[in-house]
């Protein structure tokens, strides 16, 4: 079982950054994604990182504004939120998948495990 704990979220105004943390117990190659949900809205693909950290994939409307990293060492997964929009607006999740060491998926339903999620507010 696998254990996601995220963090980092807050308020912040368009133009500013945020950097969100998930830090995971267990083994420390999971591939991981970040999906956010705004009020009304489906759950979407941010962005992920594979296992080994050697592969990365992300939406469009978040290039080049977002990026993900990790630290195996210290089992966390980090994504560094810049230029943040009024619409980056929602809940942001991270989740998990023991498959993906070398490669991302989109889909939400490849990935059996899910932190609780955390608020980004970002106004105009």
């Known amino acids: 079982q696998v254990q996601l704990v995220a963090s980092g979220g807050g308020l912040v105004q368009a133009g500013g950054s945020l950097r969100l943390s998930c830090a995971a117990s267990?083994?420390?190659?999971?591939?991981m994604g970040w999906f956010r949900q705004a009020p009304g809205k489906e759950r979407e693909f941010v962005g992920g990182i594979s296992g080994r950290g050697d592969s990365t994939n992300y939406v469009d409307s978040v290039k080049g504004r977002f990026t993900i990293s990790r630290d195996n060492v210290k089992n966390t997964v980090y994504l560094q939120m810049t230029v943040l929009k009024p619409e980056d607006t929602a809940v942001y999740y991270c989740a998990a998948r023991m498959a993906g060491l070398y490669s991302v998926s989109r889909d939400r339903n490849a990935y059996p495990y899910w932190g609780q999620g955390t608020q980004v507010t970002v106004s105009s």
């Open positions: 267990g083994r420390s190659n999971y591939a």
